[in-house]
């Protein structure tokens, strides 16, 4: 897929998030269309700008949730540079790797956000509903890049 529908595809997630997101917000297994825009995104930058574009993500999602701002913008940031840092580290340029991205990434972020900020689930229940946000944020992204590569050929 070119860097273009990549960037595409982030972006049809983040509004995904912001427009769907009252909807499984209480869910304790949903998508994290966020962490996979992120992910996406961060995908096509480098560290420093990586962070840069995720801390304003972090701002976005803090201001929706009613969160700490500076705890969100900086697991945020450290996401994102750390995928931005590692795809360069790691020549991941394939598609077959990017899923394997979002999942871990997802995975960081959602286990991160909840001990940091909003630490009142056991841990059992953290591990199981990150893992399993993180599946489902993986086939929602691997579905929409293969529709995406589809309508582009």
Do not use: N
């Not at 697991?75 to 360069?88: E, H, N, Q």
């Amino acid at each position: 897929m070119s860097p273009a529908g990549k960037w595409f595809v982030a972006a049809l997630l983040l509004v995904l998030h912001f427009a769907l997101h009252p909807l499984w917000s209480q869910w304790p297994v949903a998508p994290d269309l966020l962490a996979g825009g992120l992910i996406l995104g961060s995908l096509q930058l480098r560290w420093g700008r990586a962070a840069g574009f995720a801390c304003v993500l972090g701002l976005m999602e803090a201001s929706i949730a009613l969160g700490p701002m500076g705890f969100t913008m900086l697991l945020f940031s450290l996401t994102g540079a750390l995928v931005g840092w590692v795809r360069r580290l790691i020549y991941s340029d394939s598609d077959t790797v990017t899923p394997a991205f979002v999942f871990f990434g997802t995975a960081f972020l959602r286990l991160a956000l909840a001990i940091f900020v909003g630490g009142d689930s056991s841990v059992g229940a953290l591990l199981a509903y990150g893992v399993g946000s993180a599946a489902l944020t993986t086939a929602l992204c691997w579905v929409a890049t293969r529709l995406v590569s589809a309508v582009t050929r």
